[in-house]
Structures are given as structure tokens and as C-alpha cells.
């Protein structure tokens, strides 16, 4: 079945660090991808999206390339901030039946200090 | 504007009852999805509803129901509760029906444990 792998946390960086994030996927068809941030004690944001290949996502200084031929959508930003500490979760969403089932990863944590 | 409400914010069954969950969606989106958050896992699809009709549905038990109602708001239903089944369990509206393009928004969830 289709499925999101990330790479395993906790990421921890000094501020002003660059950041990775390794997301690669599954699918049987052709996704739509997405990178979502979860602040503590608060619900799931949507950071960016790309829906075909070669699209890059952009927002809040993150951004992220769905490159189809290594199934990848790395999240990076050049310089975080102590205001990035979170959960970051990567995500597909591909037809079936005629609806759309969202897949998610397992999340990764990033962890940011001053 | 409200964001997506869910409630209760907590939860604390036995196994073996039944709990319903709740869900407002943000004003205007007409569809509202369901999923499951174990502990150190990503959220996990259950159902879709659009219009009031189900549109989607993962791989979980019967065990498992859910439905919407005419304001769009949601409830999921979880009967013969099983350990298993502690987790946050996560509501997310959007305008239209989830696909490529709409923006999901989701609530902060409902922390059910089962003891």
C-alpha cells in the first residue's frame, strides 16, 4: 500500500542551523504531497504542498521538491529558529475509489536551541 | 473566526464501553475527516464525510462509526473499546472534499484512554 517513510527524531540544532528533513514515499499513482508542522499542544498546520513533479513548496522560509524519480520530498530551511521547535509530519494524498486518503509519515521532531 | 472545535478534550473509558467524539468544523467547509494518533506515530485516516455522506474509509474495525450532521458536524463512534484504541484522535474540516487541493485544517484532538 502507499506509505510515507521520514527519517527518525529527534532532530536537535543550534539556531540559525540549516535544516533537513528526509521524507521519501510509496504510491501506486501520482500524489499530491504535503509537509505539516505540529506546535505543542496544538492541532495539525498545513506548511506546504507540492502536486506534481518537480513542483517546489514554499512557506515560512521552509521549502521542499517532489522529485519523482527518487520518490523524495525533503523539507529544508536555511536558518531555524527557536520558534521551529516541533513536530513535523510529511504526508501523500492519492485517489482511491473516488475519494482521496491522506497518508502520513511518523513525524519528526526538531528540537532547536538558542 | 473559530477554528475546527473538537470535544471532549479528554477522555477516560474502560474497555469494553462505547464513547462518541465530536467535531465542529470551521464555518462553511462541509468536510470534515477523522483520524488516529497513537503515540509516536503519524494520524491515521478513519473515515471522510462530505455533504453528509461518507466518502472515505480507512482500514479500521466496524467497531468503528461515524456520522455527519446537517450543520456539518461530525461524531465518531467507537463501540467494545479496546486498549488499542487509546490515542488522540484528530478532526480536520475543510471546504470541499479532501483531494489535491484542499487545505486541511485540523482541531487539537481528543485524548482517549482506555484502561
Known amino acids: 500500500g502507499d506509505s510515507v517513510t521520514q527519517m527518525e527524531g529527534p532532530v536537535t540544532l543550534s539556531e540559525e542551523a540549516f535544516l533537513t528533513i528526509n521524507c521519501t514515499y510509496t504510491?501506486?499513482?501520482?500524489?499530491?504531497l504535503f509537509w505539516y508542522v505540529q506546535y505543542p499542544g496544538e492541532g495539525l498546520q498545513l506548511l506546504l504542498k507540492a502536486t506534481k513533479a518537480d513542483d517546489k513548496g514554499s512557506n515560512k522560509g521552509f521549502e521542499a521538491t517532489y522529485r519523482k524519480e527518487t520518490t523524495s520530498f525533503h523539507l529544508e530551511k536555511g536558518s531555524v529558529q527557536v520558534s521551529d521547535s516541533a513536530v513535523y509530519f510529511c504526508a501523500l494524498s492519492l485517489a482511491s475509489g473516488g475519494s482521496y486518503i491522506p497518508t502520513f509519515g511518523r513525524g519528526t521532531s526538531l528540537i532547536v536551541h538558542p | 473566526d473559530a477554528g475546527v472545535t473538537q470535544s471532549p478534550t479528554h477522555l477516560i473509558k474502560t474497555r469494553g464501553q462505547q464513547v462518541t467524539l465530536r467535531c465542529s468544523p470551521i464555518?462553511?467547509?462541509?468536510?470534515v475527516s477523522w483520524y488516529q494518533q497513537v503515540l509516536g506515530q503519524g494520524p491515521q485516516f478513519i473515515f471522510q464525510y462530505y455533504e453528509k455522506e461518507e466518502r472515505g474509509r480507512g482500514n479500521f474495525p466496524d467497531r468503528f462509526s461515524a456520522r455527519q450532521f446537517p450543520n456539518y458536524s461530525s461524531e465518531l463512534n467507537v463501540n467494545a473499546l479496546l486498549l488499542g484504541d487509546s490515542a488522540l484522535y484528530l478532526c480536520?474540516?475543510?471546504?470541499?472534499?479532501?483531494?489535491?487541493?484542499?487545505?486541511?485544517?485540523f482541531g487539537s484532538g481528543t485524548q482517549l484512554s482506555v484502561l
Open positions: 480536520a474540516s475543510s471546504f470541499g472534499q479532501v483531494g489535491t487541493n484542499e487545505k486541511l485544517f
Open positions: 504510491a501506486t499513482g501520482y500524489p499530491s
Open positions: 464555518s462553511g467547509h462541509k468536510s
